[in-house]
């Protein structure tokens, strides 16, 4: 199996229903084979479409493909380098310019030429030709009024182009539906989803969001020293997430050569194993009418920063998701016994209706309950299903 299959099916293994690359970094180098710089996959390095590859394996096993794209940065990222004693190869025309690996040469501070922008432009478009992507994935840099002033309102029209040309693309020509991130205030709130880097929401959100994080608390990339989370530390924050009606985005970092490290590997397949038991609280779901109780469901801030706040949940910490009129109940840990779900009490504002039965996702009989108005109190099996978080289901009256 090639790399691009070998990574793909490790996502797979993950239960990920989206995959695919960094279709072009802060450094400038295009991953796929362009027609508008000789500083891509297909000329350089590997010389192999990567884009294209990984686009392949991806769709291929029925995942939907993700792109992204960071060289909106380019331009103000290599600007340090210009006021430095030292010389360094930004500034030389081989290397910098419209078509190079550099942006051209500017004062710090000074906006982006409209040949910079409409470069921008073209790169997103041509991989939206040539591999219609599911999802454009931006991070950051579409909105700076503190570096470009002026050029604002000529990037904003860039931006404008851009996404209809896709929207109107899924539309009309591919039949599908697609979606765009952002980050910050980089776009309306309309016209896209917005990511929330190493970091997610702390209350339910009426729009749909989506987190970037990865399994090593260090990087994104491969390093030699890692500080990887548990899966049982991701799973509590996909269900986390899910239950504000977010999605979450996992990084690995595999080696130069293409392979995942097996630490990497294990956390992904034991993501898989809990959601082959438990992914039907996950896939397809929505937010119920409160994304969860328990000791870990307060916060002041509107986001929680992963890096600041890594909580560490109980058996009385419950996300909740629905799916038609049945409501999951996800208990981030162990309960013990028994676990009170107080949202389901009988005189809640959230539930006035009836319960007929209670079960556990991966237990093959029901399970004791009672209910008052202090709340909806579920006996435990004598074995737990799986090793992380276990999922109760709850038929709901309409």
């Not at 995959?19 to 970094?25: C, Q, S, Y």
């Not at 904003?156 to 991130?181: I, P, R, S």
């Not at 990087?219 to 239950?243: F, G, R």
Request: charged share 30%; with cysteine.
């Amino acid at each position: 199996m090639n790399r691009s299959g070998y990574i793909v099916t490790s996502f797979q293994e993950a239960g990920a229903k989206f995959a695919g690359p960094v279709a072009e970094h802060h450094d400038g180098f295009s991953m796929w084979d362009s027609q508008l710089t000789a500083w891509d996959a297909g000329e350089r390095g590997p010389k192999r479409d990567i884009t294209g590859e990984l686009e392949k394996a991806v769709k291929k096993r029925g995942m939907k493909f993700i792109t992204s794209f960071h060289h909106a940065r380019k331009w103000w990222y290599y600007e340090y380098s210009y006021t430095e004693k030292k010389k360094y190869d930004t500034e030389n025309p081989q290397y910098a310019g419209i078509g190079k690996i550099y942006p051209p040469p500017h004062e710090k501070g000074a906006p982006p030429t409209a040949e910079y922008m409409e470069e921008w432009q073209g790169k997103v478009r041509e991989v939206i030709d040539k591999y219609q992507p599911d999802l454009l994935w931006f991070d950051g840099g579409l909105k700076r009024k503190k570096f470009w002033r002026s050029a604002v309102d000529d990037f904003e029209k860039h931006k404008q182009n851009l996404l209809a040309y896709y929207y109107n693309k899924a539309a009309t020509d591919w039949d599908k539906e697609v979606g765009v991130t952002y980050k910050g205030q980089d776009l309306p709130e309309s016209a896209g989803i917005l990511d929330i880097e190493r970091g997610r929401m702390s209350k339910l959100s009426d729009e749909p969001w989506l987190t970037d994080t990865s399994v090593d608390r260090e990087a994104w990339c491969y390093i030699q020293n890692p500080d990887y989370k548990s899966a049982n530390q991701l799973v509590d924050v996909l269900a986390d997430i899910v239950s504000k009606n977010g999605c979450m985005l996992l990084n690995i970092g595999p080696r130069a050569d293409g392979t995942i490290p097996e630490p990497q590997q294990q956390i992904l397949r034991d993501i898989g194993d809990w959601l082959d038991l438990n992914g039907e609280a996950v896939y397809g779901t929505r937010p119920w009418v409160v994304y969860g109780e328990g000791p870990s469901t307060t916060s002041s801030a509107k986001e929680i920063k992963e890096r600041k706040q890594e909580a560490s949940y109980n058996g009385g910490d419950l996300r909740f998701t629905t799916k038609k009129d049945t409501l999951y109940a996800i208990c981030l840990g162990w309960p013990g016994d028994e676990v009170t779900i107080q949202s389901l009490g009988t005189d809640s504002d959230h539930y006035s209706g009836e319960l007929s039965k209670v079960t556990m996702l991966g237990v093959d009989r029901p399970l004791k309950w009672v209910r008052d108005q202090d709340g909806l109190t579920v006996k435990m099996p004598r074995r737990r299903p799986c090793n992380f978080a276990v999922v109760l289901k709850i038929p709901l009256e309409q």
